[in-house]
């Protein structure tokens, strides 16, 4: 038992058309972007629609949300002054409607957690899929992260000094678990730590056990541009690497002064 | 290896602490009250609003003037407190947080974004910086000691159990011994005008269960319990968390399947994980907003699971309205004490049952029962569907 | 009459964000909820918002209005009995 990748899939790497991977106009016309791009990505990655039959858990991770519907029904309590409102951006603005959109496409049952923990919500839900996988419970697990740039929130984190060294970004990631080993599995994740405090860079490699060869990747070092759930990005840049021929490659991931989180991605022996 | 329920933190319309809460529930005393007096609104709407300004909330904490922390924080704190005191742990332990809200730090972002809005150079950046669902968990970490995993979860109205479940898992995956795990939310204008917009709030006090059910009277709160390794219990506990289960009901972003299927798999699949029979339950604590959907979906989940023997059940919303991710942390510490005091909560303003259903829940305070075994409920938008098993031993 | 069921079907495609359809594609007298467009619940409090921001119509979400959704047509008929 174990937590094996068998696929990942970055918005960015979305090429059909959401048309094709959500064919309902209905459950389509009510998705703001951000929901659109996460829930494209998720399909993308379980290869289709029909894919998300077959999953045993739906686990989400957002620093932020859907902030673009939250910022616009609250926008409209002021200026309406709470008269005669709009129920569609509420209903979208809450955590988990990417989670339940994905469940709602196919009608999946199974379980189904968002987590909301700033940098920390994507390394939260990869130990919670750990988990059930030990558990037995594992199965086929999509593990995604998502969060959208809007001009407010751009405004708001230049205002506080944070966008200094990077640019605003946005993005969805999501990833395809299994608990065992299989034909299509590209790399294994061997371990999710939450260190309780900075590590140096020049004691990382001996504290997790890196050789030479291994290759650790920095998220603040990774990319100009940052989101809270940047991290789930540098995994995937991470799962690019062992697909070229690492054999360990270490994600570390800290920022916004908050503690690191350690993911350590190992391949396919 | 059992997980022990070994403290419990409670703050509701109902009351600030165990204490409070324990004689609402015993004399039917309801804590909502006719419109809100502290969140500034228009709306003229029941709310089950604690009367206590945020600084007064400080003080309850024990938290100094001047910090600034969103009201959902406040709450989280002031119920985290108490349930580590009640707890009271041997030192060593390694102790974690499992916390929820559903709507952050939206108290003070609302007041932010009011200036903002007209001029983006405007508003003061320090009621903006808890907005965020992880700087509640940080500042009720912060104040209250505890230094191990914490994380943050939000599943809408089902955050709390959500919460319980993660935490259990955290001390058998031998990652902490010790988790204090549930949720809190503030009342805000952003959840009140929501739930407007959605025509689900009652004008009265809401009615579970009831054929002329109307709706739901949105409330605040925080309830969270600490859950304990077995093997380094020092004291007797209330209860052990027994199962659980999180299923997705599927079926549409907002409304509850007209079978329920994701509340009947959510309690099902939690008592065979417990290992307990439908039989074997006492009393279940029902999610029960008062809005027409939910109780006819969660009363035809009940039928479908324990046929023509329904167990005592009852919802406790009229005492605290519904307080969104709170809610299931609220209930958990109601379902922990039904087991330690041998008491079923009486359902309050109920008098018909659902034409549908012809379900009585328990409308009295039962007294004196053997409440050996007790199921928690708690549902939301997304489809998200969570039961809890609490049990005697 | 005419105008209003025009300008309804106009206001539905505007704010239920219903993807590539025209005011012609919508037929005034089918179902809107169901097998027709396939509105929900959802929906149907976005039409109320919409009678009542544009015609200073009231319409409630009870069992009893149940048959004024039935259509676009139908709205429009409650539309132009309710007007002030």
Redesign the interface.
């Known amino acids: 038992m174990g937590l094996y990748v068998s696929n990942i899939t970055s918005d960015s790497q979305v090429v059909t058309d959401v048309k094709v991977l959500v064919p309902d106009a209905g459950v389509r016309r009510r998705m703001s972007r951000v929901i659109r791009m996460a829930v494209s990505t998720a399909v993308e990655c379980v290869g289709g629609i029909e894919g998300i039959d077959g999953l045993d858990a739906i686990i989400t991770a957002t620093g932020y949300g859907c902030l673009a519907d939250s910022e616009r029904f609250l926008r409209n309590v002021i200026s309406d002054k709470e008269d005669l409102l709009n129920p569609t951006p509420f209903i979208q603005s809450t955590f988990n409607t990417v989670g339940g959109q994905i469940a709602l496409l196919r009608h999946n049952h199974c379980y189904n957690m968002t987590y909301v923990n700033r940098i920390h919500s994507f390394e939260d839900a990869l130990l919670d899929a750990f988990m059930r996988a030990e558990d037995g419970e594992g199965g086929r697990m999509l593990v995604g992260a998502f969060d959208e740039r809007t001009d407010s929130q751009y405004e708001i984190m230049k205002r506080m000094g944070l966008w200094r060294k990077h640019d605003c970004g946005e993005g969805s990631v999501f990833v395809l678990l299994t608990s065992q080993k299989e034909d299509s599995s590209i790399a294994e994740v061997l371990e999710i730590d939450f260190p309780s405090d900075s590590i140096g860079e020049q004691d990382i490699a001996q504290r997790y056990g890196c050789s030479d060869d291994d290759v650790i990747l920095y998220n603040v070092c990774c990319t100009m541009e940052i989101y809270p759930t940047i991290s789930a990005s540098v995994f995937a840049q991470a799962v690019e690497k062992i697909k070229k021929g690492a054999s360990k490659v270490l994600v570390y991931n800290e920022m916004w002064g908050m503690t690191p989180t350690v993911v350590i991605l190992g391949c396919i022996v | 290896m059992r997980t022990a329920v070994t403290g419990l933190g409670i703050v509701s319309a109902s009351g600030i602490g165990v204490y409070e809460n324990l004689e609402a529930l015993r004399n039917g005393r309801s804590g909502i009250s006719d419109f809100p007096r502290i969140l500034e609104t228009s709306n003229m709407l029941p709310v089950g609003e604690i009367l206590l300004i945020n600084e007064e909330l400080a003080a309850v904490a024990g938290i100094g003037a001047g910090k600034n922390l969103s009201r959902t924080a406040l709450l989280g704190i002031i119920a985290v407190k108490e349930a580590l005191k009640d707890a009271a742990l041997p030192d060593g332990l390694r102790v974690g947080l499992v916390s929820s809200t559903s709507v952050g730090g939206m108290d003070l972002t609302e007041h932010f974004f009011a200036e903002f809005m007209n001029d983006s150079s405007s508003g003061r950046l320090r009621d903006v910086v808890m907005h965020d669902c992880c700087a509640s968990t940080e500042a009720i970490a912060a104040y209250c000691g505890i230094k191990g995993y914490r994380t943050t979860v939000s599943t809408a109205c089902s955050s709390a159990a959500n919460a319980i479940m993660i935490g259990d898992r955290l001390i058998r995956h031998g990652i902490l011994d010790c988790v204090v795990a549930g949720g809190a939310d503030a009342l805000s204008a952003f959840t009140l005008n929501g739930f407007k917009s959605l025509r689900i709030l009652d004008d009265k006090r809401c009615r579970p269960f009831d054929q002329t059910r109307a709706g739901l009277n949105l409330g605040e709160g925080a309830g969270y319990i600490v859950l304990q390794r077995e093997a380094l219990l020092d004291k007797v506990p209330y209860c052990f968390l027994k199962g659980y289960a999180n299923r997705n009901d599927a079926h549409h972003q907002t409304a509850s399947s007209e079978e329920g299927n994701g509340a009947f798999l959510a309690m099902s699949d939690a008592l065979s994980k417990a290992g307990i029979s439908p039989d074997q339950v006492d009393y279940v604590n029902v999610h029960g907003t008062g809005t027409g959907n939910n109780d006819l979906s969660e009363g035809k989940a009940l039928k479908r699971l324990f046929g023509d023997k329904i167990p005592y059940f009852s919802s406790t919303k009229g005492y605290t309205g519904h307080a969104l991710a709170a809610a299931g942390g609220i209930e958990a510490v109601y379902s922990a004490l039904a087991i330690k005091y041998g008491q079923v909560w009486p359902n309050i303003h109920f008098s018909e049952p659902v034409s549908e259903l012809q379900l009585v829940p328990q409308t009295s305070l039962l007294e004196g029962a053997d409440v050996a075994c007790v199921v928690s409920n708690s549902f939301g938008f997304g489809g998200n569907c969570s039961s809890i098993v609490f049990a005697k031993d | 009459m005419e105008q209003i069921i025009q300008e309804l079907k106009e206001h539905l495609i505007e ?6 359809i025209t005011p012609e594609d919508i037929d005034a007298e089918a179902p809107l909820f169901g097998d027709g467009l ?1 509105l ?3 929906d149907a ?2 039409i ?2 919409i009678l ?2 544009n015609y200073g119509v009231k319409l409630s ?1 009870s069992a009893e209005a149940k048959p004024v959704f039935y259509s676009v047509k139908t709205l429009a008929e409650y539309i132009v009995n309710n007007r002030k």
């Open positions: 704010e239920l964000n219903l993807e590539e396939g929900d619940s959802i409090l976005e109320i918002l009542e921001k979400n």
